[in-house]
């Protein structure tokens, strides 16, 4: 009877706890909103981030992101200017704090 208890209460905690959410970082700049769903830093050169964004509900596949320079690089090569309030902007200016500090 105990065994049958504890299983019990067991499946109960087991399914009462709350699954780890995925972190997406939104905001909106101007009139478009960007989230950032995912992002990593380039081991080799710190100012560049392969993230993958979502400006407008329209997903972009991971670009690269260069800081120092303020362009994106797309999966297709192609270099793209940072857009004044854009993702490269938020993205750099979210992450260089965050290394600040």
């Known amino acids: 009877m105990k065994k049958i208890i504890a299983l019990v209460l067991g499946l109960v905690l087991a399914f009462s706890l709350p699954l780890p959410a995925a972190a997406v970082f939104c905001r909106t700049l101007g009139e478009q909103t960007v989230c950032i769903l995912d992002v990593k830093r380039s081991a080799k050169n710190y100012?560049?981030?392969?993230?993958?964004?979502?400006?407008?509900?329209?997903?972009?596949?991971?670009?690269?992101?260069?800081?120092?320079?303020r362009i994106r690089v797309r999966?297709?090569?192609?270099t793209v200017p940072f857009q004044s309030n854009g993702a490269g902007e938020l993205i750099c200016r979210m992450l260089n704090r965050a290394r600040q500090s």
Do not use: L
């Not at 981030?49 to 670009?63: F, G, H, L, Q, S």
């Not at 999966?75 to 192609?78: A, R």
């Open 47 to 69: 100012w560049e981030y392969r993230a993958a964004v979502k400006v407008n509900d329209e997903e972009r596949p991971i670009e690269i992101y260069n800081c120092r320079d």
């Open 75 to 78: 999966q297709d090569g192609i």
